[in-house]
């Protein structure tokens, strides 16, 4: 494949053309094929030698690709991303002349993929020199796919065998992909709809289904719906390959957070085995109640948290810690009357800074109403009252 020459690479194209072998002619558009490394394929004007092999339908996607070939290997990759472009727009058209089939919908997986990766290599290029602001080649790379995305949605008259709404999946977790990285998740709220619209939502790739979960999941934390965030990461690390360790540990960076929330710690052998690290000190502190720590592993891994988009999901995480360390400060008293001096000696020998006593009657009460302690506050004598059974109900339990 890598010494191909260019009749012989349009006639397989042809071939496959003739058979609607979508896979093997969306290898021939790949990157990740061989055919790419063919110098005799590297060709700058391409279009005569297309037209004169390659039925018209194709031409324009074909032609394309071998110029976009020749700017990588030009190492020119604004140029290639700009050419990608043109074949992504080329291949929608392609689908609109083929109606009443999918057979190609591997094509333009191939050439959407193809597109969202030169995107990111071109954004870096002009992002350097200027050119252009972090993203925008992303978000024009989006408008190109948004052309495919209609032309999947649009075919709803065709049976559900031939429809090109089995694309709409893929399409949906390139935009996802792209609006995580440019942070628009805004924009995510169509694409989610689109999908659960779909009377077959449940039956694609298992593959596309733990990604599409992945990033739902991700958009349900930041909305603070921690529920559904925790079903859909749960969904996606249950299903995720067991030696896909490095998308497994991906998924639990978010998992871990959100079903620490909801009051499951995991188990320091999960941690372990996927070098999590960074969130074990985040758990031992939670456990024990020990704030200080937890103020201190927020800072100690700050640029991990903020790059990865939790650290202000960890910083809920100090109300379970300070609930741990109450709980601490009532066993020792011996009582179920504490006085709230108590408390805020706690938190001042946890190196929590200005909190008095109003500041921790405060804290206390949101204990109280969101079922974190059982009691009530006593405002004249300045003291909580906590039940004499179950005083600080059970919120914690280990998973994995």
Known sequence: MATMTLNDYLQRVQGTLYHQNGEVLSDLISFRDPHVMSSRLMVEKPERDVERCVDPSIAEVIAGHLRAVWAIAERN?????????VVVQAV?????????????????????????????????????????????????????????????????????????????????NQFFKIYFKINKLNLCKPMIRAIEALSFKDRFSLSQLITYKYYTGRKDMFDSDFKSADATLSFAFQRCHRRSRKNKRRILIYLIPVKMLRGYLPKTSLLERYNLGELS????????????QLSETLVKHEAFFISAGIYLILEKLKVLAFRNLFKKVYLLSGTHQIDVAMFVQSLAWMQVEDVDVEETECILANMINDGRIKGYLSHAHCKLVVSKKDAFPPLTASFC
């Open 92 to 172: 929608s058209r392609f689908m609109t002349e083929c109606k009443e089939e999918n057979w190609m919908l591997p094509v333009m997986y191939t050439a959407c993929l193809d597109l969202r990766l030169f995107a990111l290599g071109a954004d870096e290029d002009l992002t350097k020199t200027g050119a252009k602001k972090p993203g925008e080649t992303l978000e024009k790379a989006a408008e190109a796919l948004m052309s495919c995305f209609r032309v999947c949605a649009a075919d709803t008259r065709t049976g559900e065998d031939c429809t090109k709404r089995w694309g709409l999946l893929y399409l949906v």
């Open 281 to 292: 000190g985040i758990v031992g502190a939670v456990r024990t109640g020990n704030v200080r």
């Open 77 to 85: 990759r604004v140029e290639a991303w700009r050419i990608q472009m």
